[in-house]
């Protein structure tokens, strides 16, 4: 079992920037790649970024040249800087850990952006 732990929401106007963090226990060496979602009021969940334990990134098209993922293998941290935000980036965000047999999510977190 893997437990997700998400921090760093929060409230900000369009242009700044907001840092979320993804802390993974438990059963944490079987974890193959961590990532980011979000899920907008009457939308489906759709990915932001992921991070493979090799550390390859993927980015969607709407985020790239403005949201980093890293990691802190020694923490089984994930990290999203956000910067430039826009409105469209308001939404729950989403952490989840990919293993061989199944993903596990955390509770998520609200970004707000006003304009």
């Known amino acids: 079992q893997v437990q997700l732990a998400e921090s760093g929401g929060g409230s900000v106007q369009a242009g700044g920037s907001l840092r979320l963090s993804c802390a993974a226990s438990?059963?944490?060496?079987?974890?193959?790649?961590m990532g980011w979602y979000r899920q907008a009021p009457g939308k489906q969940r759709e990915l932001v970024a992921t991070i493979t334990s090799g550390g390859d990134t993927n980015y969607a098209d709407s985020v790239k040249g403005r949201f980093t993922i890293s990691e802190d293998n020694s923490k089984k941290t994930v990290y999203l800087q956000m910067n430039s935000l826009k409105p469209g980036d308001t939404a729950v965000y989403y952490c989840k850990a990919a293993e061989d047999w199944g993903d596990y999510w955390g509770q998520g977190t609200q970004v707000t952006v006003s304009s």
């Open positions: 438990g059963s944490i060496f079987t974890i193959n790649a």
